[in-house]
């Protein structure tokens, strides 16, 4: 039964922990239910951003181009790093705790007896909210997967899927070809469907075929063309020539900037941006967490990669930015995560390693973590230091000039760098 009102945002966060049994329970019944019972009717265009990996990277280029193109922009991502209010932003702003107070308070009065995850409370909450705004456009970002996912409950008027690979596999399946099928479940019959991965699962492309969606796929209806500092992306009916490299470092930002372009270029009769916008939308995009950097002398930089495919983008845009001295890497991960898959993609990028264990009940022991990172570091030395941020006190000690500190592996082992810094300042 609903609570009654007075709760502060971290106080209405700490009870939609309690709230459901699970976490995460896939299905769209009960976020439907509630839904119509909140009577949530969508005028503006929506588009849902699912994948793998580059999925914030995607929603920061479609917010930032639309916005300088003048529109009022809603856009929903998960997870968040500091404060739940990242993960609802309109025109560009967080969300002030009274409006999600007051959206959580909405959907407690009109959920009745049904029982909602946390995530699904914030996807509510978070349309409640652009709904309330009037706004122009809204973006979601998929939670886990797509089809079963509580942001699938409403209808995209464009969709991307910017990767598909192995993550999540207890939910999604144990193969691309199982993950890419309940990636394509946020498509919709008759309206623009995007595929930035360059190998797209087969059953992703029949999933999109069956349902008669309007199936865009890299490489095949767009493409993009690097040419030293500038690009240029081509599509189905329309090119952008000498644009801006993005503004996020690595060669796999391309991929999802250009993926953006597609959905934009998909959606030019009803939300027009001009080359300008896009222009200055890819300048001043910016995704916290991914190659970050957040210190000189010596250089650290943050990253969220998580997963294997991830790990490999990484990797490559190390090699891409050498340094004079060494690269040191201190590292946090989920246990339920391929730190075997992550390792091996990078062995040989780091020169000496600091496993630690990020705050979280789903943290994987920082011993633990090193077993299986020696495996994978070669002649690279690996120390132990539960605490990240002693971790990376530890590297910074260790730092010698040109040397650089890398520390990734998990949204949570970022969040504790930048809480500190934070905190510090």
């Not at 939609?16 to 049994?21: D, M, V």
């Not at 309007?214 to 240029?232: K, M, N, Y």
Request: aromatic share 6%.
């Amino acid at each position: 039964m609903p609570a009654r009102s007075g709760l502060s945002l971290a106080g209405w966060l700490a009870r939609l922990e309690q709230l459901h049994p699970s976490t995460i329970e896939l299905g769209l019944e009960r976020v439907r239910r509630v839904k119509d019972a909140l009577g949530l009717e969508v005028a503006f265009p929506l588009i849902v951003v699912g994948g793998t990996n580059g999925k914030g990277s995607t929603c920061a280029y479609l917010e930032a181009m639309l916005r300088t193109a003048g529109y009022k922009t809603g856009l929903y991502t998960s997870p968040h790093l500091l404060r739940y209010n990242e993960r609802v932003r309109i025109a560009g702003r967080e969300a002030g705790d009274a409006e999600l107070v007051a959206a959580f308070e909405r959907i407690d009065a009109a959920r009745g007896d049904i029982s909602l995850t946390y995530f699904e409370f914030g996807t509510l909450g978070a349309m409640l909210q652009f709904i309330d705004a009037d706004v122009d456009v809204a973006i979601l970002e998929v939670g886990l997967g797509g089809r079963l996912d509580a942001v699938n409950a409403f209808d995209a008027d464009a969709a991307i899927v910017t990767s598909v690979d192995l993550d999540h596999m207890e939910f999604l399946g144990d193969t691309r070809e199982k993950i890419g099928f309940e990636k394509a479940g946020i498509y919709r019959a008759g309206r623009p469907a995007v595929c930035a991965d360059p190998e797209p699962p087969a059953s992703l492309i029949e999933y999109a075929r069956h349902l008669g969606a309007d199936l865009r796929c890299a490489g095949r209806d767009f493409a993009v063309q690097r040419e030293t500092d500038r690009w240029t992306y081509r599509g189905r009916a329309c090119s952008w020539t000498d644009l801006p490299l993005p503004a996020m470092a690595g060669g796999y930002q391309l991929r999802n900037a250009a993926g953006a372009l597609a959905v934009l270029e998909a959606l030019r009769p009803r939300l027009p941006v001009s080359e300008a916008a896009i222009r200055q939308g890819l300048a001043v995009a910016r995704a916290p967490g991914r190659f970050q950097r957040i210190a000189h002398a010596p250089e650290v930089i943050l990253d969220v990669a998580h997963n294997p495919e991830a790990a490999r983008a990484l990797a490559a845009t190390l090699r891409d930015q050498p340094v004079a001295g060494r690269t040191l890497a201190v590292v946090g991960m989920l246990a339920d995560k391929d730190a075997a898959g992550v390792f091996a993609a990078l062995s040989g990028e780091i020169d000496a390693w600091w496993a630690c264990m990020p705050v979280s009940p789903r943290a994987r022991d920082a011993a633990a973590l090193a077993a299986i990172l020696r495996m994978h570091a070669g002649h690279a030395p690996v120390k132990v230091q539960r605490d990240v941020n002693a971790a990376l006190a530890e590297a910074r000690s260790a730092a010698c000039e040109g040397d650089r500190i890398l520390v990734f592996g998990s949204f949570y082992t970022v969040a504790a760098v930048l809480d500190h810094a934070a905190t510090q300042q």
